[in-house]
């Protein structure tokens, strides 16, 4: 069976343009859906956050409102609560790719804060893309390419690329207020950037890097992790 590394970020808070600290980390149903899906076809996971800190959840990503209901925010909760990987995170900075057969990043606005200019992170990603290994990236958590470039140039330039659109940044009122937003830095790294609907399930595959828009593409681009890990 396979061995994934999951990337999460280490941030509690986004800071916004005016200075305020928006609280947040990383989104639950973008861990809880493909840690159940994967673990529960008998692969391993492995997390990793800058420094090693313990990563901190979104709250409002638990609010039934958000997770589709008293049920679902019930059960990311029961799943949140039973990975303890998340309690021990691994030291990013000292990972090894060669330990492991895909790499997965979930999002939420954290690896805004953090992801999108960690050096560590960006060798990461690099060295993923390169290596054929499956890369899955979903929602906020593209803005950790970003941290790829080298000499103004990404390895991500031409790809076909999907993230959480400025509509969607527009649509919970973040946009206005944000430092930069996602989709426009995208298309500044040369990335070929595609969407679906606010809000349903959209991913993009090219080659062997994964990319989902949303929270709800996170279950769907775990099932496409899960084909090629078979």
């Known amino acids: 069976m396979a061995k994934i590394l999951f990337v999460l970020t280490g941030a509690s808070y986004w800071t916004l343009k ?19 899906a994967l673990t529960e076809a008998g692969h391993t996971v492995e997390v990793a956050t ?3 800190v313990v ?3 979104d709250v409002m990503s638990l609010r ?10 019930l059960d990311e ?3 949140l609560r039973s990975a303890e990987e998340l309690r021990r995170p691994l030291v990013l900075a000292e990972v090894r790719l060669s330990d492991y057969d895909a790499v997965y990043y979930p999002g939420g606005h954290g690896p805004m804060q953090d992801l999108w200019d960690d050096a560590d992170s960006g060798r990461l990603l690099s060295a993923a893309l390169e290596s054929g290994k499956p890369l899955a990236v979903v929602c906020h958590a593209p803005a950790a390419m970003l941290a790829t470039r080298r000499d103004g140039v990404s390895p991500f330039q031409g790809y076909r690329v999907t993230a959480y659109t400025n509509d969607e940044e527009d649509a919970v009122g ?3 207020r944000a430092r930069w937003l ?3 830095e995208l298309k500044n790294l040369g990335v070929r950037f595609e969407r679906g609907e606010n809000w349903k ?4 595959v090219d080659r062997n890097l994964y990319t989902g828009q949303n929270p709800a593409s996170a279950a769907p681009l775990a099932r496409e992790l899960l084909k090629v890990l078979a």
């Open 50 to 52: 800058p420094g090693g």
């Open 55 to 57: 990563p901190h959840v």
């Open 182 to 184: 996602l989709e426009d």
């Open 64 to 73: 039934p409102s958000m997770a589709g209901g008293e049920q679902g925010a």
């Open 77 to 79: 909760e029961s799943v």
């Open 18 to 36: 005016d200075g305020t600290r928006h609280p947040t980390g990383y989104w639950a149903e973008e861990f809880a859906a493909p840690y159940r």
């Open 174 to 176: 973040l946009a206005a």
């Open 201 to 204: 399930p959209y991913t993009v």
